[in-house]
């Protein structure tokens, strides 16, 4: 098991966490993960067929399990659906990342306003910004 992402991105759909991971992964020179691609991959099909053939229920269940794998295997820039930080295994997961470490926040985009839900949950804990980076730049 590595140290962990050296970052990792959460936010919003459409907030720009594929475009920001891949300028940090150039700049550091690290590989970049998307956990909706890592999905895709272990369902054979596309998110949307996923919702409509499975439900929603499959989908989270299958993007629990594709945040913990990345948190614990992947050591670039690793960007999260947007919905993922809305589970409470996920919030769990991503406190004792951020427990490792020092960790900074950023936000990356304010142009596309937030669900009410994911609006709140970043209020509540500070950490929850759309970027949260480890060690130094």
């Known amino acids: ?25 150039t700049l550091w020179d690290v590989e ?33 399990t594709a945040v913990a794998t ?12 947007g919905g993922a930080v809305l589970a409470p295994e996920t919030q769990a997961l991503l406190e004792a990342y951020g427990a490792r470490g020092e960790r900074s926040c950023s936000s990356t985009s304010r142009s596309v306003p937030p669900r009410r839900a994911w609006a709140s949950t970043t209020r509540a804990r500070c950490w929850w910004a759309t970027l949260a980076v480890s060690g130094s730049t």
């Open 70 to 81: 990345a948190v614990a295997e992947h050591v670039g820039v690793l960007s999260l659906g």
């Open 1 to 25: 098991m590595g140290n962990g992402p050296r970052a990792v991105l959460i936010g919003p759909p459409g907030s720009g966490k594929s475009t920001v991971a891949k300028a940090l992964a």
């Open 32 to 64: 970049r993960r998307d956990t909706d691609a890592d999905i895709e991959a272990t369902a054979g099909k596309e998110i949307a067929e996923i919702f409509v053939d499975d439900g929603e229920q499959a989908f989270r269940a299958l993007e629990r």
